[in-house]
């Protein structure tokens, strides 16, 4: 883990700064991505900081390619190698069927898959670079889904299709960059509040499902040690839901 970086995007709040927080426990230096939220992101990196770890900061609009170069050419030219990517960040809006529009369908089109796949061919292009001198080197990442996507209801309309087409380029990426890159997927459930929701109806959506419980951040950090320790797992999608997915809702369990 020593001078090695994992790149996770969106990692200034919310999960994907307990994703940070917990790899920078573990040892591994983050690269912390963030678009507009620079304080807390500074306020991410400045605690990391203090309790030893190895943290670096980095703006993208990943709505926008060269922004999206200019974050891989940020996290390559560190000295230390780029081993791994959590593609965290998510555009979540509201829209279905008859209502979407095209402006919209990018905007989850864009960071919800468009980014993750040209982050994971810069990380594949890197990572052969690596192999030249260590032949048994392999880089992963870890794109972080939905279990809406294994349980269908027709809200969120555009947000699903963009999620949708990620786990089909989990599978894909996984076929395509194998000598170089493991990729596999997490499909949480329900695991934390939404922006506007209280903690009742938080609570409610919670518990539908069989098990009645969905997802938690420890669950999705004890997956996510999962998948980087298993040398022989790749393009597999953990699914995490209480088993919301076996019996999905008409409706989105948030509304």
Known sequence: ME??????????KRLGKSIATDLVER??????HYNQSKILADETAHY?????????????????????EKLVNEIESQDSTWVGLINNAGYFNY????NFNSEELQNHLSV??????????SLAKYTMKIKKQENSYRGFVINILD?????????????????QALYGFTKMSALTYASCLRVNGIAPGITLLAPGQDQKAFAKSHKKNLLKSSSTVEEILNAIQFIINSKS????VTLLDGGAHLAPPRRDVGL
């Not at 209801?153 to 299709?161: A, E, F, K, V």
């Not at 797992?233 to 597999?236: E, I, N, V």
């Open 112 to 121: 919800n898959f468009i980014a993750p796949v040209l982050l994971t061919k």
């Open 95 to 98: 829209d279905n069927g008859t």
């Open 233 to 236: 797992m790749t393009g597999h």
């Open 27 to 32: 040892g591994w230096k983050v690269a912390i």
């Open 3 to 12: 001078n090695k970086t994992i790149l996770v995007t969106a990692s200034a």
């Open 147 to 163: 279990a809406k996507i294994f349980g269908l209801n027709p809200d969120y309309y555009t947000y699903t299709l963009s999620k």
């Open 48 to 68: 990391l900081l203090k309790i030893g770890g190895k943290v670096s900061t980095h703006q993208a609009d990943l709505t926008c390619n060269s922004d999206i």
